[in-house]
């Protein structure tokens, strides 16, 4: 039996697990994570994850394949490379070298958007599919492509920015510094600001009921205040469903995966939401569902994924290296 150690790195922590061969995760560790340490004291921390986690299953190091990290940030995933993490002020960082001569084992690196793309598809809501498309609602709009079973990465692991798509020429300016991207229209951040702004041009709605004041709102407001029946709440959500869906149609007219899975913090509306959209994708897709059937469904596996997702990176990874041998 051959196991893999995923780590999802995080700006706060970082949580590892063991998983067998069979996909099943045996244990899971935490540590802490911070900007002011260096690369080499991260690497260290990462790697005394997986020497935890073999300790407290009693197998030898012999026995791990490899380990996956899911990292924010731009990433070389051929040399696992961290070419640039903001946050952490990192730039062209060794990762998998530095975790691998500690943990003296293998080691793989990918962007951890697409590690919990590859985690859903493999083992949340995306598994018995073999093409998916995975997208994050969040702070930002992220998420990640897996075609055939297998994460697309694109050239050089610079592929996959689904929330730079634009779906607005000349729109609102997006913090990567083009206009119209998905990200300012599709996050939570963007439904924030949307539903202030609606509050404020409306002081009767019920949403001032929700969140008392304009620091109370959050990505939910909109939404719970729609389903008390108030006006422009429900303006809200539907054009924030017109814009996600929007977003979606051009990746599903690109891609046309089996599958389109919504994760991060506004996927927890769950089926208010995900069935709005589900209808605007099937009335404005070129091919028709008759034809290639598309389904939306809510991510799973929530802040596991990326540990999963990382795993499978590990097994696909290192299999892939056993069969070059």
């Known amino acids: 039996m051959k196991y893999y150690i995923g780590i999802d790195l995080g700006g706060m922590s970082a949580k590892?697990?063991?998983?067998?061969?069979?996909?099943n995760i045996l244990c899971i560790a935490h540590c802490v994570t911070a900007a002011s340490d260096t690369a080499e004291t991260t690497a260290a921390h990462l790697a005394g994850l997986?020497?935890?986690?073999?300790?407290?299953?009693?197998?030898?190091?012999?026995d791990v394949a490899?380990?996956?990290?899911?990292?924010?940030?731009?990433?070389?995933?051929?040399?696992?490379?961290?070419?640039?993490?903001?946050?952490?002020?990192?730039?062209?960082?060794?990762?998998?070298?530095?975790?691998?001569?500690?943990?003296?084992?293998?080691?793989?690196?990918?962007?951890?958007?697409?590690?919990?793309?590859?985690?859903?598809?493999?083992y949340g809501s995306g598994r018995g599919y073999g093409d998916s498309v995975m997208i994050t609602l969040g702070t930002g709009v992220g998420g990640g492509i897996v075609i055939g079973g297998k994460l697309f990465e694109g050239y050089r692991s610079a592929g996959g920015?689904?929330?730079?798509?634009?779906?607005?020429?000349?729109?609102?300016?997006?913090t990567c510094g083009r206009r119209g991207c998905l990200e300012c229209y599709a996050s939570a951040t963007a439904l924030k600001r949307e539903t202030?702004?609606?509050?404020?041009?409306?002081?009767?709605?019920?949403?001032?009921?929700?969140?008392?004041?304009?620091?109370?709102?959050?990505?939910?407001?909109?939404?719970?205040?729609?389903r008390e029946g108030d006006a422009p709440a429900k303006k809200i959500v539907k054009d924030y469903v017109e814009n996600l869906g929007e977003g979606i149609v051009n990746l599903v007219n690109l891609l046309r995966p089996q599958v389109v899975i919504l994760g991060g913090g506004v996927s927890n509306e769950g089926e208010y939401l995900i069935s709005r959209v589900r209808k605007y994708v099937s009335e404005n897709i070129?091919?028709?569902?008759?034809?290639?059937?598309?389904?939306?469904?809510?991510a799973s596996l929530g802040n596991d994924a990326g540990m999963y997702g990382a795993c499978a990176y590990a097994m696909e990874r290192s299999?892939?290296?056993a069969k070059e041998r």
């Not at 920015?161 to 997006?174: A, D, F, P, Q, S």
């Open 196 to 226: 202030r702004a609606s509050m404020q041009k409306h002081p009767a709605s019920y949403m001032w009921k929700v969140a008392r004041d304009l620091d109370g709102v959050n990505g939910k407001t909109a939404f719970i205040a729609a």
């Open 319 to 321: 299999l892939s290296a």
């Open 286 to 298: 070129y091919a028709p569902e008759s034809y290639a059937p598309l389904d939306i469904v809510r």
């Open 161 to 174: 920015e689904l929330g730079h798509t634009v779906i607005r020429r000349k729109g609102l300016l997006c």
């Open 50 to 62: 997986a020497k935890q986690l073999v300790e407290e299953q009693e197998i030898p190091v012999s």
């Open 16 to 23: 590892a697990g063991l998983m067998n061969e069979e996909g």
């Open 66 to 122: 490899a380990i996956g990290v899911g990292s924010p940030g731009v990433i070389d995933s051929g040399s696992g490379t961290v070419v640039v993490w903001s946050n952490f002020g990192w730039k062209d960082v060794p990762l998998a070298r530095l975790v691998s001569e500690r943990a003296k084992l293998p080691v793989f690196v990918t962007n951890d958007a697409n590690a919990a793309a590859l985690g859903e598809a493999k």
